[in-house]
């Protein structure tokens, strides 16, 4: 069996009578995306905030590197390198592009908190920020103010703040959300490339992109998983079919 990046075992979760997840066991590969897909209310919100630390569970244990961080705080595996994005943007808007990704490479050093001008002098944390910004294709937009950006450009930027933080693994919320057409065509030619540098669990209800991205998908139906498999499997899956996808998939 390939060694897993993060994995949830057998996770329980009720909101007094509800149950948003009963027994969930997932795990996110070395080099994969992970779509997590399912109608509104399955419980991938649900399962992404005990992934990531800001719900405990009932029960169940989540593993992240090898490592038990079921009673970690968010800030902790975030330090570990698990990397949240677009669930709320954490972007600076007055500030430009280089701003915000040099906050993120200062964040990441440990360094204590100083001003910005001094911070941009710092020829280490520039390097960083040089090189997120390079990776993510928006080193000519370094000077821009953040609130100019496009919203797909604004999903790149935090990619890229994510990016000084060494990221062991993504988690992404909805990176489609909010995106035109053409815009999720650009940023699913974007996490393509990424999974290079880090596997990825991607919530989505965008299916194109997960369809056009996911090496492997679950599908959550009211807090249980009731398939795991390929893109082909799913989409021939009749239990999927029924619960999710409808007959055009
Ligand atoms: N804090 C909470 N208190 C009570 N019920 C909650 C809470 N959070 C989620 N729920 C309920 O748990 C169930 C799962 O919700 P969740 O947001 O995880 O689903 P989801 O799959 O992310 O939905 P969507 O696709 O609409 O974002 C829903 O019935 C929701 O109403």
């Known amino acids: ?35 997590i897909i399912g109608p509104n ?9 005990q992934i990531c630390g800001s719900l405990r569970p009932d029960s169940g244990r ?20 698990l990397a949240r994005t677009f669930q709320t943007s954490a972007l600076a808007m007055d500030q430009t592009v280089m701003q915000n990704v040099l906050l993120g490479a200062l964040g990441a050093s440990g360094r204590p908190w100083r001003f910005l001008s001094r911070v941009a002098r710092d020829a280490g ?30 999903r790149q930027l935090e990619v890229a703040v994510a990016l000084t933080q060494a ?24 996490l393509d490339r990424l ?6 669990l991607l919530v989505e209800h965008d299916m194109d992109a997960v369809f056009a991205l996911a090496d492997r998908i679950t599908v959550l139906v009211y807090g249980r998983v ?3 498999g390929s893109v082909e499997d799913i989409r021939a899956d009749p ?6 996808l409808g007959d055009g998939a």
């Open 239 to 244: 239990l999927v079919r029924d619960a999710y």
């Open 125 to 154: 944390l520039r390097d960083t920020a040089e090189a997120a910004l390079l990776e993510t294709g928006l080193q000519d937009l370094a000077r821009l103010r953040t609130a100019e950006l496009s919203h797909g450009q604004r």
């Open 1 to 35: 069996m390939p060694d897993s990046v993060l994995s949830t075992h057998e996770l329980h979760k009720a909101f007094g009578a509800l149950r948003a997840s009963e027994g969930i066991s997932i795990r996110l590969l070395h080099g994969e995306i992970h779509a």
């Open 195 to 200: 999974r290079t540098r880090a596997p990825i």
């Open 62 to 81: 989540v593993t992240f590197l090898g490592r038990d961080v079921t009673a970690l705080p968010t800030e902790a595996r975030a330090r570990m390198g």
């Open 167 to 190: 990221p062991r693994a993504f988690v992404m919320d909805e990176p489609m959300a909010g995106l035109g057409a053409e815009g999720s065509r650009h940023l699913t030619g974007f």
């Open 226 to 228: 009731i398939a795991t």
């Open 41 to 49: 209310g399955a419980g991938k919100s649900t399962l992404i905030a």
